[in-house]
Structure formats: C-alpha cells, structure tokens
C-alpha cells in the first residue's frame, strides 16, 4: 500500500463536519459549498494528520479497514439555476475489527468531499434518489451501524459542479468511534473516474 505522508492542510471543526456533510439542514435544490460555515461551526477545531491514498488499496486505523472499490461518475447532468450538477458514486468496503459499533456516514463526519479546491456537502434527498435510480431499490450506503467484526460494502455519493477537474474523497476511518486524528485522501480526476454502469432506471424516466 502506497500512503504519502504529508502536512495535513484540514483543519476541521467538528461541529463543522457534523453540519457540513450532514444532509439534514440543506435545500434539495442547491449544490451547497461549505465555505458558509458558521462561527459556532469554526469553534472546536482538531487537526488531523493525512495521508494520500490510492483507488483499491486498503487503508486503516485503530482497527478500522477500508477499501475504495470504486469511484464512479454518472453521465447524468442536470441545470440546477446557472450551474450543471453532476454526481459521483464511491464505492467502499468497510471492516469493523474494533469492539464498538462504528458509524460510517456523513453525520459521523466520517466523509466529506472537495472539488476543485471548494469542499461541499451532499445534498441528501437528491442524491440519496439518484443512487437508489443508479443501483436500485435497496443500495447500502451505510445508515446503519457496522457492528464488531462486521465487513460491509457501500456507496458514498456526492453532488458536484458537472465541470470539476479533481474531487477528492475525504475519509476518517475511525470518525464512527470518535476519533478524527487520521485522515485519508482519495484523488482523482475527472477523467479517471469510471463510467457508471447504466442506471437500473434511467434518470431522464424519473424526471
């Protein structure tokens, strides 16, 4: 596994994340940057140590192993006001070697995404629709908990601007057990994201 040590330039608040990646207290119809965070969000701030991290190797921390399968970007576009919205689906395996349930969605700030320099949140209801349109009725994106020596595979989607050139995929493995200290990070290009397979319905049907 190649990891690239390097000062980390995230310095991260916890509330922030919590906020920023959570889909709760976005508009359906936005793209939102995260770059409006509030005072209160900047307030608990943790600096984490990064790493840089490649497409199918493992990486790992206090007991927690994950994989990025995949990284696929959707051919669907949309106009959302003066901007195209696309969307890109990671794919992840996750291994819970700990003895604690782990949490592993955006609420946990385990993930979060930047695009071209700007992090954004996920847009939760319309994405969360488009993932179910991509890979069907049930797809796992991890809502609930993985329990000790559990190992489960899912998605992890974001909404971007249709014109990024890199996104990078933030990830904390141990974020679901409270600690924020290690971070990995997945980048890739537009053109090295792979193709998305043909949606199980088409998203133009669901319009």
Not at 46 to 51: D, E, K, L, N, Y
Request: charged share 20%; glycine share 8%.
């Amino acid at each position: 596994m190649k990891l690239y040590r390097k000062p980390c330039s995230l310095l991260l608040a916890i509330p922030f994340l919590l906020t920023a990646v959570g889909c709760g207290s976005q508009s359906e119809g936005t793209v939102r940057s995260v770059s409006d965070q509030t005072e209160t969000e900047e307030a608990t701030q943790q600096v984490a140590t990064c790493f840089t991290a490649q497409l199918g190797e493992e990486v790992s921390q206090s007991g927690v192993r994950a994989t990025l399968d995949h990284a696929y970007l959707s051919s669907y576009t949309f106009n959302d006001g003066e901007q195209d919205v696309g969307f890109i689906f990671y794919q992840i395996t996750i291994s819970n070697d700990t003895e604690e349930s782990l949490s592993a969605n955006f609420l946990s700030g385990t993930f979060y995404m930047v695009a071209d320099g700007e992090a954004f949140a996920c847009s939760g209801l319309r994405s969360g629709r488009m993932l179910t349109l991509q890979f069907g009725d049930d797809p796992e994106y991890f809502v609930d908990d993985i329990e000790p020596g559990e190992m489960r595979q899912g998605y992890v989607y974001m909404e971007v601007p249709a014109d990024f050139e890199m996104a990078k995929l933030i990830y904390y493995p141990a974020a679901g057990i409270g600690d924020y200290s290690t971070a990995y990070s997945f980048e890739l290009t537009h053109d090295e994201m792979e193709a998305a397979p043909d949606p199980v319905t088409p998203f133009e049907d669901a319009e």
